[in-house]
């Protein structure tokens, strides 16, 4: 199964261990937040990025998947 690229958006900016916690993402920081850009496999492995992130106590601004 192919996986799908997506872009989160997560407000604020990430600590040095959280950004090494998502470390299969591409992350880029905006002035008010953080741009995370990864492959992401499955249903699964998007509710488990979306659960590390809540664990954090992250806010998700936006998610989207990307075209191919």
Known sequence: MPSTRYE??????????????FDEFDLTEAPVETIMLGDVSDDAHLHGVLARLQAYGLQVLSLRSLPE
């Open 8 to 21: 989160l958006r997560i407000k604020g900016r990430l600590s040095a261990d959280v950004r090494h916690d």
